[in-house]
């Protein structure tokens, strides 16, 4: 499909989801859009990477709310389904506790009943008033109010009774704790905010309509991995016109009279925009991109206070066996739960018990690994660099401690069958993603670090500069980076 260009060139700092859409929407929109992206490859957290025959996507790997994605196909002229192959995952995934019950999450409300009743009998009607509470606070806090611009106070003094009706000021821990008194059953209806960064503990419980949202539409993984994924979005936004440039760092946003007028590159060239739209975490973008600028909102004292979400611990890993009998997606939960997150978030100390995300990918897509063998990838949430934890003296003992808890659970004889094996720290989302203290998620999603009172779309600092990605409104996880790409609909001018 032919596009007509523009003489407004818009440049897009960061090539995570976040900035992919924004660009395919920029360019849908008659935008001349040039993406700079300071590492060898598109993506963002979402890269890839191989070793040994085995294909590892670094970051995301759960696929919900599809018709994001559908969106921005068709705003290139293109076919999202004829294109990209995503497979419905049913159940989504396996939750297994410390005493080995497990829970498996589906859609399907009577055989999450049959579980339930298996569990714990007494929380069977809790479940279906949980879900309903979550169906409504999906319907304001999803449908309503993701893609929606909170850049003016008015807009959140709208939304105020919703979010008093919808006791948003309570956490997801003690919103699930309502409804269900069995604590594996708080635990597994409590721990979605993990998935973008968050504390259940403190989560607005407006994050509970996450559990609804994968009822919704389902989740999903795709085919390839969600590497596919940021290749198709590049390929679209080369269709359109635009370009995608690698191994292209920024050093700073360029200003003219309080107006974003391009980029510094940091090999010193400078590249002219009508529009500069930043996918670099939020804090990051007002401390370093816009260093010397002097601040209205997010000024350095501002800054200091934010809270910033948790770290992760990565060890990604080949296997020559298979474990059919592992899911795709396993939770595999430590003896502690609230405990352990008070150790993570508060403490901020490395605890000797953890929680886990265990991901199979060729439990779907065999392609991933050699014949024969397995593709993983094992998950910790770990304290921030706000924590005192030397991780160049604990990451192999961490992995070593993973790797023993892998083979208790779910994977006997783990060490003797490695092939592939590297860890990312939290050290390497600092150095790697320029996360601010390594947080994995930018900033926390608290009650006052949301909507209105996170780091605005339309930057709130300089005209001509927008924000995409998990730093601002509406949040992290890749429905929210989508979603604040489709804001920026509302908030750039037309050309």
Same mark, same amino acid.
Request: glycine fraction near 8%.
């Given at each position: 499909?032919?596009?007509?260009?523009?003489?407004?060139?818009?440049?897009?700092?960061?090539?995570?989801?976040?900035?992919?859409?924004?660009?395919?929407?920029?360019?849908?929109?008659?935008?001349?859009?040039?993406?700079?992206?300071?590492?060898?490859?598109?993506?963002?957290?979402?890269?890839?990477?191989?070793?040994?025959?085995?294909?590892?996507? !670094?970051?995301?790997?759960?696929?919900?709310?599809?018709?994001?994605?559908?969106?921005?196909?068709?705003?290139?002229?293109?076919?999202?389904?004829?294109?990209?192959?995503?497979?419905?995952?049913?159940? #989504?995934?396996?939750?297994?506790?410390?005493?080995?019950?497990?829970?498996?999450?589906?859609?399907?409300?009577?055989?999450?009943?049959?579980?339930?009743?298996?569990?714990?009998?007494?929380?069977?009607?809790?479940?279906?008033?949980?879900?309903?509470?979550?169906?409504?606070?999906?319907?304001?806090?999803?449908?309503?109010?993701?893609?929606?611009?909170?850049?003016?106070?008015?807009?959140?003094?709208?939304?105020?009774?919703?979010?008093?009706?919808?006791?948003?000021?309570?956490?997801?821990?003690?919103?699930?704790?309502?409804?269900?008194?069995?604590?594996?059953?708080?635990?597994?209806?409590? #721990?979605?905010?993990?998935?973008?960064?968050?504390?259940?503990?403190?989560?607005?419980?407006?994050?509970?309509?996450?559990? #609804?949202?994968?009822?919704?539409?389902?989740?999903?993984?795709?085919?390839?991995?969600?590497?596919?994924?940021?290749?198709?979005?590049?390929?679209?936004?080369?269709?359109?016109?635009?370009?995608?440039?690698?191994?292209?760092?920024?050093?700073?946003?360029?200003?003219?009279?309080?107006?974003?007028?391009?980029?510094?590159?940091?090999?010193?060239?400078? &590249?002219?925009?009508?529009?500069?739209?930043?996918?670099?975490?939020?804090?990051?973008?007002?401390?370093?991109?816009?260093?010397?600028?002097?601040?209205?909102?997010?000024?350095?004292?501002? &800054?200091?206070?934010?809270?910033?979400? !948790?770290?992760?611990?990565?060890?990604?890993?080949?296997?020559?066996?298979?474990?059919?009998?592992?899911?795709?997606?396993?939770?595999?939960?430590?003896?502690?739960?609230?405990?352990?997150?008070?150790?993570?978030?508060?403490?901020?100390?490395?605890?000797?018990?953890?929680?886990?995300?265990?991901?199979?990918?060729?439990?779907?897509?065999?392609?991933?690994?050699?014949?024969?063998?397995?593709?993983?990838?094992?998950?910790?949430?770990?304290?921030?660099?706000?924590?005192?934890?030397?991780?160049?003296?604990?990451?192999?003992?961490?992995?070593?401690?993973?790797?023993?808890?892998?083979?208790?659970?779910?994977?006997?004889?783990?060490?003797?069958?490695?092939?592939?094996?590297?860890?990312?720290?939290?050290?390497? #989302?600092?150095?790697?993603?320029?996360?601010?203290?390594?947080?994995?998620?930018?900033?926390?999603?608290?009650?006052?670090?949301?909507?209105?009172?996170?780091?605005?779309?339309?930057?709130?600092?300089?005209?001509?500069?927008?924000?995409?990605?998990?730093?601002?409104?509406?949040?992290?996880?890749?429905?929210?980076?989508?979603?604040?790409?489709?804001?920026?609909?509302?908030?750039?001018?037309?050309?």
């Amino acid at each position: 499909m032919a596009h007509k260009q523009c003489s407004k060139h818009a440049v897009v700092i960061g090539s995570g989801f976040g900035g992919l859409a924004a660009a395919v929407r920029l360019g849908a929109r008659g935008y001349r859009v040039s993406v700079f992206e300071a590492l060898d490859s598109p993506g963002g957290k979402a890269t890839v990477e191989t070793m040994d025959g085995h294909v590892f996507d !670094m970051g995301p790997t759960i696929i919900t709310a599809p018709f994001l994605f559908e969106e921005l196909w068709s705003l290139a002229g293109r076919s999202f389904n004829e294109e990209i192959d995503l497979v419905s995952l049913d159940p #989504f995934y396996r939750i297994q506790f410390h005493d080995g019950s497990v829970l498996d999450c589906s859609a399907d409300a009577a055989f999450m009943r049959a579980q339930i009743q298996q569990l714990a009998p007494a929380d069977v009607a809790g479940y279906d008033r949980f879900l309903e509470k979550s169906r409504a606070i999906f319907e304001i806090g999803f449908e309503e109010l993701a893609h929606r611009s909170f850049d003016k106070f008015a807009h959140m003094v709208k939304v105020v009774p919703d979010l008093v009706r919808l006791r948003s000021e309570q956490s997801v821990y003690k919103m699930a704790s309502r409804f269900f008194s069995d604590e594996r059953l708080r635990i597994a209806f409590s #721990f979605h905010p993990l998935l973008i960064g968050g504390n259940p503990l403190s989560t607005t419980s407006i994050y509970s309509l996450i559990a #609804f949202l994968e009822r919704q539409w389902g989740v999903h993984f795709v085919m390839g991995g969600t590497g596919r994924l940021v290749q198709g979005l590049v390929d679209l936004i080369t269709s359109q016109g635009g370009a995608v440039h690698l191994n292209s760092p920024v050093a700073s946003i360029d200003t003219v009279a309080g107006r974003a007028s391009g980029v510094t590159l940091a090999d010193g060239s400078r &590249v002219q925009a009508d529009v500069v739209v930043s996918n670099v975490d939020s804090i990051a973008t007002y401390e370093s991109l816009l260093g010397d600028l002097n601040k209205r909102r997010w000024h350095k004292r501002r &800054v200091q206070r934010a809270q910033l979400s !948790m770290s992760l611990f990565v060890w990604y890993f080949g296997t020559d066996r298979q474990y059919e009998d592992v899911p795709h997606h396993l939770m595999l939960m430590g003896p502690r739960y609230t405990g352990l997150l008070q150790d993570i978030f508060k403490h901020r100390q490395l605890a000797s018990d953890f929680s886990l995300y265990l991901h199979r990918p060729t439990a779907t897509d065999t392609s991933l690994a050699p014949p024969g063998r397995e593709t993983f990838y094992v998950l910790s949430p770990v304290p921030n660099l706000l924590g005192n934890v030397d991780w160049m003296q604990q990451a192999e003992r961490y992995r070593q401690a993973i790797c023993t808890r892998l083979q208790e659970a779910v994977l006997p004889d783990l060490e003797a069958h490695l092939t592939a094996s590297f860890v990312m720290t939290p050290q390497d #989302f600092a150095s790697r993603y320029g996360a601010p203290q390594g947080a994995a998620f930018g900033l926390a999603p608290e009650f006052w670090q949301s909507a209105w009172f996170r780091p605005h779309n339309r930057s709130e600092e300089i005209e001509g500069l927008y924000l995409v990605g998990a730093g601002t409104h509406p949040g992290a996880g890749v429905p929210g980076v989508l979603s604040s790409a489709r804001v920026l609909d509302e908030v750039v001018d037309n050309v």
